[in-house]
Nanobody, 122 residues
């Protein structure tokens, strides 16, 4: 059974940082692209970042380039999202998703975690 469990969200001031984690189980992370999406209240879900299984190539949304960094530790079956220089507009529920690039392309539903809330406010 595929499971993804996010953690690391919280309330942070503008300019602050967080490290989001996604612990995967029920499958071997090595073989799958995985990444992060977010959804703010009243807005559509947005693809934030993906990392491939093969060569570690990455995708970042323009809105987060230079501020967010995705990484994966296959030995721990965990993917991370380091989020720096946070802005109020980064406030959203952040979801981990397997098959990330295929989800971005609209050709897969993917597998999803339950999400972790990130709130950026002074």
């Amino acid at each position: 059974q595929v499971q993804l469990v996010e953690s690391g969200g919280g309330l942070v001031q503008p300019g602050g940082s967080l490290r989001l984690s996604c612990a995967a189980s029920g499958f071997t992370l090595d073989y799958y692209a995985i990444g992060w999406f977010r959804q703010a209240p009243g807005k559509e879900r947005e693809g934030v970042s993906c990392i491939s299984s093969r060569d570690g190539s990455t995708y970042y949304a323009d809105s987060v380039k230079g501020r967010f960094t995705i990484s994966r530790d296959n030995a721990k079956n965990t993917v991370y999202l380091q989020v720096n220089s946070l802005k109020p507009e980064d406030t959203a529920v952040y979801y981990c998703a397997r098959d990330c690039f295929r989800v971005l392309a609209g050709i897969s539903r993917g597998y999803w975690g339950q999400g972790t809330q990130v709130t950026v406010s002074s």
